[in-house]
């Protein structure tokens, strides 16, 4: 009698009871579910159907006047066959392919380094995870005082160590370091993230295989070869599917450190897309140019979660 | 006694009602935020005190100003009831409802255009162009100019070592020839120990930076935007010979003698590189004048203000700056705002606007005899005026400006293709913006 859930249950006030008594349980299954359902529909299913209709169309938002076109394919194909379109996919390809390297190699390393036991342990992986704890435009702005060619740091360095004078190139400007600079400062600042991720995943493994491989005499280089990675592989691609969607999406960051800049060297999709669809305010456009984004993102994501969970069944 | 008691209890009653619901309406005034912002909420606190209407502010910096305020606007959002916004806004506001008509406001209050510059009721107020068709009141005149270190200058080492080079005496530049010699002679020199050096250009690649600087001295050298005969025909006027030679002559002075590492300025690092001795002369709103006469470092008579030069033909033509103040269509006060415009246009406050920083387009302010000495710059910038050109204005201006921002940064900046490839490409990038919108 003093079960929870009959004392739960006798609190339903009877008209509900009452009400509720003659529905099935996948009926009061569906009434908790609806609000969800609803909430999805409303704010995600609603507004992707409704970007779809408008890459179809010429609409502008900031012309309610003019009358909406229909103009079939036109959005899309303009876009396909516009070469600034593909210099900019090349930007971001590049701008993917470097940080999420960089960032694994040395997360994971990091995440290996530290996943040790010595003292000043906790300090050096809280010194480590700072620069993802800082605001992307704190970031931007930091780092373009870095790279400014008379007073920053970077420049400097570079001049101690490679005798380069310091205001005799400029990481943010011409001569194609541009897209290098990008890449070092999204290095920086969230190779912790996956350092911690890494970290988690090297915690999981059970201390009983490592001591197995030590009675089997194995070195550690096959401990680690055939033990550690391929145990913490898992979440090592997780991390990389969380920068790469992450990264794909880059803007801040990018828009405060080079504004596209030089030309278009650092122009990245999402950067190009924001300045179609809130700058020019072609809607219809910029309706087209997403889901074009979001099919490739969301092709290539699927195909990575398979490859995720192929890894994580063996 | 009662009776007359009641009377007078029931006309405070009423007067202090009056005063509460004065009180009570707030106006919204959308701006950027710099330094005429500062000394526009100094000088409404007249107009609090006059109306009994209280006055609030929504400043925007400069880079995310079109970006914040077009999406207000665009929303039909209620934020702004008076809205400051730039001179390329007008065509789209204008055609998309956002702002109210004033004509028939002005009408009735005796404003009337005749009194102001009328560069300024061509560029903040007009839409369409040339026709009589208000939709803002000018409210702050601004040119692309020139500031120069006089006081380095007049130095008569510099002098000696400027005449030996160029076999002329070191002067304010009157044409971009000069203007490019004096650039190469700062570049890298060393004065009092440190490393100078020539010009402060824009090259800012996110919203408009590097097309304000490159038309700027585009028109001079023959740039049109299309056919005076023929609207939005493009082809040998935005890509003339003029116009290939101004932007390779714009390149040539990023090239060869700009401060290392100034691939994406604009207003502020201008300011910055000017104020700090970095740079010799800078290219500049007009905005920014008054702030060097009381820099510490830069004010005092240590600087000189200088009309755009001309171009190789004579040819001499500024890029406009500026805004018009307008009354938000999606306000729900809009007498309340009407009524801050009315003030705002009167002579006495268009006089203190001036003296405060603010540059006035009243032309009873102006072309006052002591206008032209009221301040170091107020010849140059009367000058300035006189002479301006804008960039378009229609609704699709913003899509008209990122193609330019593109073609330009990408040749001046990147040192990609050549000035005819990038002024091509903006014709055809302008074109298709034309036939999008049926122009074409």
Not at chain 2, 187 to 207: A, C, F, M, N, P
Request: aromatic share 14%; proline share 5%; net charge negative.
């Amino acid at each position: 009698m003093h079960n929870p859930i009959d004392i739960a249950a006798r609190a339903t006030p009877r008209p509900v009871a009452r009400r509720l008594r003659g529905l099935s349980d996948r009926a009061i299954a569906w009434i908790f579910v609806a609000p969800t359902i609803f909430l999805l529909l409303a704010i995600n299913i609603f507004p992707l159907i409704w970007t779809i209709r408008l890459s179809f169309t010429n609409y502008a938002a900031n012309r309610p006047n003019r009358e909406v076109e229909w103009v079939g394919l036109r959005n899309y194909s303009r876009i396909l066959t516009d070469a600034d379109t593909w210099a900019n996919m090349q930007s971001t390809a590049h701008f993917l392919i470097w940080t999420i390297t960089f960032q694994v190699v040395i997360g994971f390393t990091l995440a290996w380094l530290i996943n040790r036991k010595f003292k000043g342990n906790d300090l050096l992986t809280t010194l480590i995870v700072l620069p993802m704890m800082l605001s992307p435009a704190v970031v931007g702005n930091f780092w373009t005082f870095l790279y400014q060619p008379q007073i920053g740091l970077v420049n400097y360095a570079v001049e101690a160590v490679a005798g380069i004078p310091a205001s005799s190139f400029s990481m943010l400007g011409p001569g194609g370091w541009a897209r290098w600079a990008i890449v070092i400062v999204d290095t920086w600042m969230w190779t912790p993230f996956v350092m911690l991720i890494c970290l988690a995943g090297l915690r999981s493994i059970p201390d009983y295989i490592y001591e197995a491989a030590e009675v089997d005499r194995a070195s550690k280089w096959r401990q680690f070869w055939t033990i550690t990675l391929p145990m913490a592989l898992p979440f090592l691609m997780l991390a990389v599917l969380f920068r790469g969607i992450e990264n794909f999406k880059m803007f801040d960051m990018v828009t405060l450190l080079t504004g596209g800049g030089p030309g278009n060297e650092t122009l990245l999709t999402s950067i190009d897309l924001k300045r179609e669809a809130f700058e020019k305010w072609r809607t219809g456009y910029a309706s087209a140019y997403a889901i074009i984004l979001f099919v490739t993102v969301f092709g290539l994501a699927s195909i990575y979660v398979k490859a995720l969970n192929k890894v994580k069944e063996r | 006694m009662k009776i007359a008691q009641l009377a007078g209890s029931a006309a405070i009653a009423l007067l202090s009602a009056n005063a509460a619901q004065a009180q009570q309406t707030e106006l919204t005034l959308c701006w950027a935020a710099w330094d005429p912002a500062n000394a526009l909420v100094e000088l409404s606190k007249d107009f609090e005190a006059e109306s009994g209407i209280k006055m609030k502010f929504e400043f925007v910096p400069w880079p995310n100003f079109a970006d914040r305020m077009l999406n207000e606007l665009n929303s039909g959002g209620k934020l702004c009831d008076l809205m400051i916004g730039d001179s390329q806004w007008i065509g789209g506001s204008a055609e998309n409802g956002h702002y109210v008509k004033l004509n028939d406001f002005f009408d009735a209050n005796g404003i009337t255009m005749d009194a102001f510059v009328p560069a300024t009721v061509t560029g903040y107020s007009e839409w369409p162009k040339n026709s009589p068709n208000y939709w803002s009141l000018p409210a702050f005149g601004d040119v692309v100019g020139w500031t120069y270190r006089k006081d380095w200058f007049e130095r008569p080492e510099i002098q000696a070592a400027f005449k030996e080079k160029y076999g002329r005496d070191l002067t304010p530049p009157a044409t971009f020839a000069e203007l490019k010699d004096i650039g190469e002679f700062f570049q890298g020199r060393e004065i009092d120990g440190k490393t100078v050096y020539g010009l402060s250009i824009y090259t800012e690649r996110g919203s408009e930076g590097i097309t304000m600087g490159v038309m700027d001295v585009l028109y001079s050298f023959g740039f049109l935007y299309e056919n005076p005969e023929k609207p939005y025909e493009m082809e040998g006027f935005v890509n003339s010979p003029g116009a290939v030679a101004g932007l390779e002559f714009y390149k040539s002075l990023y090239d060869c003698c700009v401060a290392p590492g100034t691939s994406n300025t604009y207003m502020g690092e201008g300011i910055d590189a000017y104020k700090s001795g970095q740079v010799a002369m800078q290219m500049n709103f007009a905005f920014t004048w008054p702030g060097f006469e009381v820099d510490p470092n830069v004010g005092g008579g240590k600087t000189g203000y200088l009309v755009n030069p001309a171009g190789p033909d004579g040819q001499q033509f500024a890029q406009l700056g500026g805004q018009g103040i307008s009354v938000v269509a999606y306000s729900e006060k809009q007498d309340a705002a009407l009524e801050y415009i009315k003030w705002f246009a009167k002579p006495e406050v268009q006089s203190k606007w001036w003296s405060i920083g603010g540059f006035s387009c009243l032309r009873a302010v102006v072309e006052d005899p002591a206008f032209a000495t009221s301040q170091p710059y107020a010849q140059t910038f009367l000058d300035s005026m006189a002479i301006v050109k804008d960039f378009w204005a229609e609704p699709s201006y913003a899509s008209l400006l990122q193609a330019s921002q593109k073609r330009f940064h990408d040749y001046v900046v990147a040192g990609n293709g050549t000035a005819k490839e990038a002024l091509d490409g903006m014709i055809a990038d302008w074109t298709e913006v034309f036939e999008d919108d049926g122009k074409l």
